[in-house]
Antibody
Framework: EVQLVEAGGGLVQPGGSLRLSCAASGFSFSGYWMHWVRQAPGEGLVWVSHINGDGSTTNYAGSVKGRFTISRDNAKNTVYLQMNSLGAEDTALYYC??????????WGQGTLVTVSS | QSVLTQPPSASGTPGQRVTISCSGSSSNIGSHSIYWYQHLPGTAPRLVIYESNQRPSGVPDRFSGSKSGTSASLAISGLRSEDEADYYCSTWDDSLNAGVFGGGTKVTVL
C-alpha cells in the first residue's frame, strides 16, 4: 500500500526556519518525482516545489525561491522541504505528493505550518 | 490570482450534470495535459481525471474531462451528495517552470 506521511510542521516565529519531511512507502521511491503543495487557510492549492528521482533537478514557485530548498534521501525513502525566512504568508497545510501530474498521483494528509509571533 | 481560472462555485440537484471550466494559456493548458482533483479541506486531494480525459481506476464514469486549446472542463453527471467538494484543475506551466493550480471550484449539491 502506498503511503506518504508528512511531519515536521508546527508553530514558528516570523523569520524562523522549519524542515518538513515526507516518508514514503509501498512503492519504488527513487523512480518518482516528488512535489510539495500547500494550502493556506481558506485558500486554494498552490504548488511549491518538486524534485526528480535522483535529486538532480529541482524547481520552485516564485514565492519561495531562494528561501525553500527541496531535497531527498532515496536510502531513507524521504523527501524534505527546508523552509527559511518564514513569513505569515507561509502559514499553510503542506502536502507531499508523488508525481501529481501522472496517473499514479498520490498525496499525503499534510502537515500544518503556522508562522506567528 | 491563480494562473488557471475556475469559477468559484457550481451547484446542482441530485442527478443533474455540473460542468466546471478551467481557462489558461498557451504555456500551460495549451502545452500540457490537465489534471483534476477532488478535495475536502484537510484531507488528501483525490485525482479524478488525468491526461485531460482519463479516469483513474475507482473513479466513477460520472466524471469526465475534456480539453480544447487553452481551456479544459470537468463534468460530473448524475450528481450525488458525495460529490460535494472543492475541485481543482492543475498542470505544468512552461513559462513559469512551475506547477499551477486553478483557484478551485466549490461544488454544492442542493
Amino acid at each position: 500500500e502506498v503511503q506518504l506521511v508528512e511531519a515536521g510542521g508546527g508553530l514558528v516565529q516570523p523569520g524562523g526556519s522549519l524542515r518538513l519531511s515526507c516518508a514514503a512507502s509501498g512503492f519504488s521511491f527513487s523512480g518518482y518525482w516528488m512535489h510539495w503543495v500547500r494550502q493556506a487557510p481558506g485558500e486554494g492549492l498552490v504548488w511549491v516545489s518538486h524534485i526528480n528521482g535522483d535529486g538532480s533537478t529541482t524547481n520552485y514557485a516564485g514565492s519561495v525561491k531562494g528561501r525553500f530548498t527541496i531535497s531527498r534521501d532515496n536510502a531513507k525513502n524521504t523527501v524534505y522541504l527546508q523552509m527559511n525566512s518564514l513569513g505569515a504568508e507561509d502559514t499553510a497545510l503542506y502536502y507531499c505528493s508523488r508525481d501529481p501530474y501522472s496517473a499514479s498521483a498520490y498525496w499525503g494528509q499534510g502537515t500544518l505550518v503556522t508562522v506567528s509571533s | 490570482q491563480s494562473v488557471l481560472t475556475q469559477p468559484p462555485s457550481a451547484s446542482g440537484t441530485p442527478g443533474q450534470r455540473v460542468t466546471i471550466s478551467c481557462s489558461g494559456s498557451s504555456s500551460n493548458i495549451g502545452s500540457h495535459s490537465i489534471y483534476w482533483y477532488q478535495h475536502l479541506p484537510g484531507t488528501a486531494p483525490r485525482l479524478v481525471i488525468y491526461e485531460s480525459n482519463q479516469r483513474p481506476s475507482g473513479v466513477p464514469d460520472r466524471f469526465s474531462g475534456s480539453k480544447s486549446g487553452t481551456s479544459a472542463s470537468l463534468a460530473i453527471s448524475g450528481l450525488r451528495s458525495e460529490d460535494e467538494a472543492d475541485y481543482y484543475c492543475s498542470t505544468w506551466d512552461d513559462s513559469l517552470n512551475a506547477g499551477v493550480f486553478g483557484g478551485g471550484t466549490k461544488v454544492t449539491v442542493l
